[in-house]
């Protein structure tokens, strides 16, 4: 398992699902459950890392505006719904937050709960156990902190975002 095959994965249950959430997850999960032990296990490192990557202040800045708030539980939904939307998603959101701006919202989709357990359901199923976490979950977000207290400073930071959810 590589990055490629990775997001083809993760790219077909979104294609697949028409974007539903349930959906995708029964499809994520049907998937990888049909992994062998070793790539099931490749992707749910990759699932991880992509997790991390996504582990930034100015991603997490721009869910706290467009969910009028969000806690590291919301965050963590989040970033697991971003890797769910795809690699150009997800790499676009990475590489300018405020870009999430042009995208289609739809609360229940981009704060879903449920699509990193469908990962590790279907990864389970494949190796027969729960997978653990390779390697350490980074302590703090990277990037530049914000103060969720500077309203101003946040809307500066993401104009577009501040204008769509304000």
Request: include cysteine.
């Amino acid at each position: 398992m590589d990055d490629l095959k990775f997001w083809a994965l993760v790219q077909r249950a979104h294609d697949d699902s028409g974007g539903d959430m349930d959906q995708k997850c029964e499809a994520i999960t049907e998937a990888l459950s049909q992994l062998s032990a070793e790539e099931a296990l490749a992707f749910s490192r990759l699932f991880d890392a992509a997790r991390d990557r996504a582990y930034t202040w100015p991603l997490w800045g721009a869910a706290y505006i467009i969910n009028g708030g969000c806690s590291d539980d919301s965050f963590s939904d989040f970033r697991s719904a971003l890797i769910s939307r795809g690699h150009e998603a997800f790499e676009k959101a990475l590489a300018d937050p405020d870009s999430l701006a042009d995208e289609d919202y739809d609360e229940d989709a981009w704060f879903y709960e449920s699509y990193h357990y469908a990962v590790m359901d279907g990864v389970e199923a494949a190796i027969g156990s729960a997978p653990q976490r390779d390697g350490k979950h980074p302590e703090e977000p990277s990037g530049d902190a914000w103060d969720e207290d500077d309203a101003d400073a946040l809307r500066a930071r993401f104009p577009r975002l501040s204008e769509k959810f304000a």
